[in-house]
């Protein structure tokens, strides 16, 4: 079926329904949000903690302080022209979404209640601030439930359970997608000026993650299929609070509210790495103590996960502060925080790293950042950077509205500008063939078993602690697993809701990143942030103070560099 | 342990009538029903078909009737339900495959009550305020993830598939007691009309459905309470 559009937003999560709603508000622009799931079902939904924005609201607090911890969270990584227009913009985006309804807690005096994140802080350091701005914890859920209700208000069209297959490039301009209409099994394709990529992170493609089961970086992978490269794959992070085997999230915010990290002899082991910020230092640090901890043998009875202590809160924190985290603990750990202490260990959680793009959420494909026509990308599927090697809590949602609003307005710009290019002939080609494989190969090997397979791996080769060898071995695997893949089979054959075929896709897309995360790591010589390697503990800002660029050149991977944006902040040693 | 699973299954494009398979799987106590599915799904039978996401029980994606109640599957684990699994589709929705039903026309009712705030008045540069207490009034229907449990599980809407329905109307409550909100005429069209909030009987079966734990039935009484009063 073929539809014509303006804008397509690929996705429903926070970063593409924000978008939707700034062009929805514009009266002509016709657009369509594209999601495989209903919105509301989108994994904005499963964020927790907060929002951060310098509202200051309990202290003194500015948005350059926030600049500051973004850019040294990041290791320096981070383009600081993106933080800052991030940081700057949180405060009124933040205060848009109140008026919006979202109903954040509230202050006594009726304000936006604010509580303290990992690696936020007053005056360029000395000490914690309360910049996270929170909807008890379940500030994902309200933006999410928020902005989809006003794309409601604004008659958004919502093309929901469509799955996006591919992009349509011609002659190197975009102009529309091709999705499954997962209810029937028909291939649509979307017409429109301009697309925007919205489909969140990948965090399915390890064994213990916080990722909902959709996380598998379509939109990623479809945009290196074409040939646009990926920025920082390397840089994934790893929470150090996810539930011990399960790695369901427990947010940062219990130890925002004063939750302790504790090992085997019951000691508080972050006062050794992080004097000042002690267990609120950001995570790819206590992620990588926890691993040492572990490896001197001080994990739980010298098992691989460590102690969350938040008995000294007292019930009626736990209840009002964090109801659904303490949900969480009882009925998936069967354990109760008020009383007892929950075993955690590091949970794959967050991509820095994306779809490289400008400040008003232009795809670019080269080294020189050249804008590719008609292409967005915005949330965590996009690389500003923002978020450099190491993105600090409650800057991911600030990144998905922030950076998803200025899209939306660019789009809306462009649009207006430019004429609907052609499509080219057989759009579908490449989705339609892929589908048919799938469904017409009768024998084959499980697709449940290579991604058992990827996620082991990748659980154990590229996580928090990486080398030569590891990544070396996790590289022949997954071109293994590739090839295997090409080989699977899935047993369902019908058209209709075929979930094991929309599986079996993503496990496309999950190797193709596996492939990027592990080139970019081999390649980054160094440590810097969530990437930490063995072999190459230090930060070397001589040679890796870049961005690491990572090419699909059909018969092999390439990799470049681009220079990071460095403004305000010269990149220092970094301690907490 | 071993876990035996009965599943409604049904796909309407090839088969007569819906029909209870049985799968054998081995799983641990502490998994959760969606752990039971995906087993067999991954390692039984591809072709079994329920939505799914977070795994967590906060996005809404697999409601479904398991021993008989109304409940998330990622939120059930199996030391709950016992070694004989029954799951079905919720009732009330057409089935469109196995467990996964239409929700077209739950969502159609979920936005008949216009759930966004309705106030045109400028914003100030800052934060409109609210005190807690004032948030405190609609805290509860905030937690609400439209699974459909509540629905679904209500027998006047089995009766009238007509009825809004408990999961519209917790929506309607979030706003009508939002101190922020100035919408309550133009939702009394649909709250307060013959499918709306007094359908209710007040039979609380949507309250034990909620994997949210919200009060659905106080939130519809509150409305009523609201409709007549106010
Ligand atoms: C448990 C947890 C807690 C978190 N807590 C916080 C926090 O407190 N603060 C913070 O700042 N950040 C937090 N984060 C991170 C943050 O929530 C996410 O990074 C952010 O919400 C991502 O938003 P998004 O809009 O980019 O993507 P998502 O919300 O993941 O949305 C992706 C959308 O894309 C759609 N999609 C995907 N693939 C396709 C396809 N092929 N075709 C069509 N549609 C597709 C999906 O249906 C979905 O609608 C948390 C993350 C997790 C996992
Ligand atoms: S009120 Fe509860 S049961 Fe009903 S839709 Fe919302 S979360 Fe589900
Ligand atoms: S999978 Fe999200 S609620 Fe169960």
Same mark, same amino acid.
């Given at each position: 079926?073929?539809?014509?559009y303006?804008v397509v937003v690929v996705g429903g999560g926070?970063a593409g329904?924000?978008a939707a ?10 657009t369509a949000v594209v999601s495989k799931l209903?919105?509301?079902?989108s ?25 500051? #911890? ?7 990584? @981070? ?80 093309f929901?359970?469509f799955q996006v297959l591919d992009l349509i ?5 975009c102009?529309g997608v091709v999705a ?10 979307f017409?429109a000026?301009a697309v925007m990529l919205a489909t969140g ?17 379509d939109g990623v992978?479809i945009a ?39 090992? #085997? ?78 075993? @955690? ?10 779809i490289? @793009? ?17 292409l967005y990308a915005a949330g965590?599927c996009a ?29 809306? +710009? ?28 009768? +024998? ?133 | ?9 049904? !796909? ?16 641990? *106590? ?7 599915? !995906? ?21 809404? *994606?697999?409601?479904?009737?398991? !021993? ?36 077209? *026309? ?12 309705? !106030? ?10 609210? *005190? ?99």
């Amino acid at each position: 079926m073929y539809h014509k559009y303006d804008v397509v937003v690929v996705g429903g999560g926070g970063a593409g329904l924000m978008a939707a709603l700034q062009l929805a508000r514009v009266p002509g622009i016709r657009t369509a949000v594209v999601s495989k799931l209903y919105p509301s079902r989108s994994h904005t939904g499963a964020a927790q903690g907060g929002i951060g924005a310098a509202l200051g609201n309990h202290e003194e607090d500015h948005w350059e302080w926030h600049m500051f #911890d973004t850019v040294k969270g990041g290791d320096y990584l @981070t383009d600081q022209d993106a933080a800052e227009i991030m940081c700057h913009n949180a405060v009124e985006t933040v205060y848009e979404l109140e008026h919006l309804g979202l109903p954040f807690s509230r202050t006594p005096q009726g304000k936006i209640d604010q509580r303290r994140f990992g690696g936020h802080t007053r005056n360029f350091g000395e000490g914690p601030v309360r910049r996270s701005c929170f909807a008890a914890d379940r500030t994902g859920h309200m933006i999410l439930q928020t902005l989809y209700q006003q794309c409601i208000k604004h008659e958004v069209e919502f093309f929901s359970e469509f799955q996006v297959l591919d992009l349509i490039l011609n002659d190197g301009v975009c102009c529309g997608v091709v999705a499954l209409n997962v209810r029937d099994g028909e291939l649509h394709t979307f017409h429109a000026k301009a697309v925007m990529l919205a489909t969140g992170g990948y965090g399915r493609a390890w064994k213990i993650t916080s990722n909902a089961l959709a996380s598998t970086g379509d939109g990623v992978a479809i945009a290196y299929r074409q040939g646009i490269p990926l920025e920082d794959m390397e840089m994934y992070q790893f929470h150090p609070t996810g539930e011990y085997k399960l790695g369901i999230l427990i947010s940062e915010a219990c130890r925002g509210e004063g939750g302790m990290l504790l090992n #085997d002899k019951g000691k508080r082991f972050m006062e050794r790495y992080a004097p000042t910020l002690l267990d609120l230092a950001p995570r790819d640090m206590i992620s990588r103590c926890i691993y040492q901890e572990i490896k001197e043998g001080r994990g739980i009875n010298g098992q691989d996960y460590v102690h969350l202590d938040l008995r000294h809160l007292g019930r009626e924190v736990i209840e009002s502060k964090l109801p659904d985290q303490a949900d969480f603990i009882r009925v998936y750990l069967g354990i109760d925080p008020v009383t007892e202490l929950v075993p @955690t260990q590091p949970t794959a959680h967050y991509a820095m790293g994306g779809i490289p @793009t400008d400040l008003d959420g232009r795809v670019t494909v080269d080294e020189r950042n050249t804008p590719l026509p008609g292409l967005y990308a915005a949330g965590e599927c996009a690389c500003v950077s923002v978020h450099g090697a190491n993105r600090l809590g409650t800057n991911s949602l600030v990144d998905i509205v922030v950076f998803g609003r200025r899209a939306g307005k660019d789009m809306a +710009e462009f649009v207006a500008h430019n004429e609907l290019v052609p499509l080219p002939p057989k759009p579908d080609a490449y989705a339609s063939a892929q589908v048919k494989e799938l469904l017409g190969r009768t +024998e084959g090997e499980s697709v449940a078993d290579i991604r058992t397979e990827l996620q082991a791996e990748m659980m154990d080769k590229v996580s928090v602690i990486r080398s030569e060898e590891t990544l070396c071995h996790a590289q022949a695997k997954v071109q293994e697993l590739k090839e295997r893949y090409s080989r699977a089979a899935i047993q369902d054959r019908q058209s209709w809701f075929n979930t094991e075929l929309t599986e079996a896709l993503e496990l496309g897309y999950l190797l193709d990143i596996s492939e990027t995360v592990i080139a970019g790591a081999l390649a980054r010589k160094e440590s810097r942030g969530g990437h930490y390697r063995e072999d190459y503990p230090d930060r070397d800002d001589k040679r890796f103070l870049r961005h690491t660029l990572i090419y699909n050149r059909g018969e092999g991977i390439q990799v470049a560099y681009k220079p990071v944006k460095i403004t305000r902040f010269e990149p220092m040693e970094r301690k907490y | 342990m071993e876990v035996t699973c009965r599943v409604r299954r049904y !796909n309407p494009t090839t088969d007569e009538k819906p029909y209870y398979a049985t799968y054998t799987v081995e799983v641990e *106590s502490t998994d959760r029903v969606l752990d039971v599915l !995906n087993e067999i799904k991954w390692h039984h039978d591809g072709t079994l078909t329920y939505r799914r996401s977070c795994a967590h029980g906060v996005c809404g *994606s697999d409601a479904m009737r398991i !021993n008989g109640r109304n409940r998330l599957a990622c939120k059930t684990l199996v030391k709950e339900v016992g070694d004989r699994i029954t799951v079905e589709p919720m009732m009330g929705f057409e089935v469109v495959r196995d467990l996964v039903v239409d929700l077209d *026309s739950f969502f159609e009712k979920y936005k008949s009550v216009k759930p966004y705030l309705i !106030n045109d008045d400028p914003p100030p540069a800052g934060e409109r305020l609210q *005190s807690p207490e004032e948030r405190e009034l609609y805290d509860d229907t905030t937690k609400c993830i439209l699974c459909g449990a509540c629905t679904t599980a209500c027998p006047s809407f089995w009766g009238n598939r007509e009825f809004v329905g408990p999961a519209a109307l917790v929506n309607a409550h979030r706003f009508i007691f939002d101190s922020r909100d100035k919408g309550l005429d133009q939702r009394v069209g649909a709250v307060g009309s013959r499918e709306g909030v007094w359908r209710c009987r007040t039979i609380f079966n949507c309250t034990d459905a909620c994997p949210r734990g919200i009060k659905v039935t106080k939130a519809m009484e509150d409305v009523k309470r609201k409709l007549l009063y106010d």
